[in-house]
């Protein structure tokens, strides 16, 4: 099996320049002014700008530095001046990855900042879309340029929250083995951190003129996977109405065993014993850093943990399962009853995989023979290898053999734990699921090799954003700017109504057993009746699916 997404995070620097390119926005420049609005802890000083106020490093938590490190974060305490709210704050510690944005400060311990987009001018019981960024549970900022809110408020009339929140083992260390009941509720900081984020929008977005009572979860990658733990958090579901999973599905979540290895490991790292705890919470973020590396770096994870197949393995980072926050698995063995009246779009890319390969540095696997596709996957896959590689070519007559690993492996990373949630939902026959799969290829050609990016992982972020101005990852395709208008569209109806509507497209149905309706969103959107249908059933018969 290929290393996991969560492993391949660590050589996201290769693509950051390309994700983080700017968008250009279409409305006529208009000079910034200042504008104060009064929330319900104090009053905050932001910019107007085009027809949209923006937020920016708006503080929902108090200080999460030493004694107060691995816990939940207490809310931030009110202000009675005006307070300016008009740069990024900064990301969690993290490696370097130039995921990033404009001006924004270097990662800090304590980064529990939102930004806000809302339409300029008056207006109330606005549509509320809250982002969960990507890179894992390692990487990411709110404030990455490719994120940007500000067309999706304008064009659409919806307020837009995206939160900084811990990662790594700041966000994710285990201690209740080791700290005892002072730490019962370590190991999901950063869950508690967004879930925090959202009490926040509860209690304070009308200020800016989003309905509380409607608010829409959504988030690419890793923040698919973290809003997978939203949409199944009993305490959550209170706070949202509709949720979308897009290329991030996590059917399941690590255990607390496990993490209590992991907590083993990056302490040996450190050259403490476990009686030693204690100085994790004295320790410079950076040394903690160093830490999380070198375990990452010793210990490859296997395809799983938010993946949605295993536990976590020793090493990695991530949500577990713990009483009080997630009791159970997001996914497995049944969606989460308590969302079981939440709308839900899941979906994944045609082609995952070419992202994670490029990442890697795995130019080979673009120009396998059949051999060498062979070699890769039956080692895995054993006597199933035959009957799978002829469903897949029954799918795609005329694929080359690099075009047949990277399906499957797409399947593998982000398409079985997709499907299992769009069937698991629909098996509910309550709140309907819509599925889609996102089929624009993009004519990048990336760098280092001669392979166009195509239907590869990451590009739905400018898309789903309506940012395909200047989205290097898109490419150069004038069938971007349709592909954004559709899903942007998709998106922002599924957040007023709970029903994905797009100008001139066909009506997306739920998903079901009976036809497995699939949205395949590109220039021109289709809705097609069991998309893929031998390799779904192909896969179906793997026990264990792998």
Not at 238 to 247: C, D
Not at 346 to 351: A, K, P, Q, V
Not at 397 to 408: F, K, R
Not at 507 to 532: G, K
């Amino acid at each position: 099996m290929t290393d996991s997404i969560l492993s391949r995070r660590g050589v996201i620097s290769a693509t950051g320049a390309l994700i983080a390119a700017p968008s250009v926005l279409r409305a006529a420049e208009s000079k910034p002014e200042f504008v104060t609005t009064l929330t319900a802890l104090g009053p905050l000083r932001g910019l107007r700008s085009n027809g949209v106020d923006v937020y920016r490093g708006v503080p929902y938590g108090g200080d999460v530095s030493g004694i107060r490190r691995f816990q939940p974060a207490a809310p931030i305490a009110p202000w009675h001046t005006v307070r300016d709210a008009l740069k990024l704050g900064p990301p969690s510690i993290q490696p370097a990855s130039g995921l990033h944005g404009i001006d924004e400060p270097a990662p800090d311990e304590n980064c529990l900042v939102l930004n806000i987009w809302a339409p300029a001018g008056a207006g109330s019981k606005r549509p509320v879309m809250f982002y969960s960024h990507g890179g894992g549970f390692t990487t990411g900022s709110a404030g990455s340029t490719s994120q940007d809110a500000s067309n999706l408020a304008r064009e659409y009339d919806v307020v837009v929250v995206a939160s900084n929140h811990r990662l790594g083992l700041l966000g994710y260390l285990y201690l209740g083995e080791l700290g005892g009941g002072g730490y019962d509720r370590s190991g999901n900081q950063g869950m508690w951190d967004i879930r925090l984020a959202l009490k926040w929008v509860r209690d304070n977005i009308t200020a800016f003129g989003g309905d509380p009572d409607n608010v829409m979860l959504f988030g690419e990658s890793g923040g698919g996977a973290k809003t997978s733990c939203l949409y199944a958090m009993p305490s959550a579901a209170p706070m949202f109405a509709k949720a979308a999973i897009q290329s991030g599905p996590a059917t399941r979540i690590g255990t607390p065993e496990t993490a209590a290895k992991t907590t083993r490991l990056v302490l040996a790292a450190m050259g403490l014993k476990p009686a030693d705890w204690k100085t994790l919470l004295t320790a410079p973020p950076e040394d903690i850093l160093k830490a999380q590396q070198a375990v990452a770096a010793q210990y490859k994870q296997a395809p799983g943990g938010w993946l949605g197949i295993d536990d976590f393995a020793p090493g990695g980072y991530g949500p577990i399962l713990d009483a009080e926050l997630l009791p159970h698995h997001p996914f497995d063995p049944a969606a989460p009853a308590g969302a079981r009246d939440k709308p839900l779009i899941t979906g994944w890319i045609d082609s995952e995989a070419t992202f994670f390969a490029w990442t890697a540095r795995d130019t080979a696997a673009f120009s396998l023979d059949e051999a060498q596709l062979r070699a890769r996957l039956q080692p895995d896959l054993g006597p199933a290898y035959d009957g799978l590689i002829a469903a897949y070519r029954k799918d795609r007559p005329g694929a080359t053999p690099s075009e047949l690993y990277l399906a499957i492996q797409s399947a593998r990373i982000m398409g079985l734990g997709t499907l299992a949630i769009a069937e698991r939902k629909a098996a509910q026959h309550a709140a309907p699921v819509y599925y889609y799969n996102l089929a624009y290829r993009s004519n990048l050609k990336l760098p280092g090799t001669n392979v166009e990016a195509g239907a590869m992982h990451a590009i739905d972020i400018a898309l789903v954003f309506d940012n395909p101005i200047g989205a290097v990852l898109l490419g150069d395709r004038p069938e971007r700017i349709q592909a954004a208008r559709h899903m942007s569209q998709f998106w922002t109806s599924f957040a007023r109504t709970g029903r994905p509507i797009a100008d001139g497209q066909p009506e997306w149905r739920p998903y079901t057993a009976a036809d497995r309706a699939t949205m395949v969103i590109d220039a021109d959107c289709q809705l097609v009746v069991d998309r893929r249908k031998a390799e779904r059933v192909a896969w179906e018969t793997l026990t264990p699916v792998v």
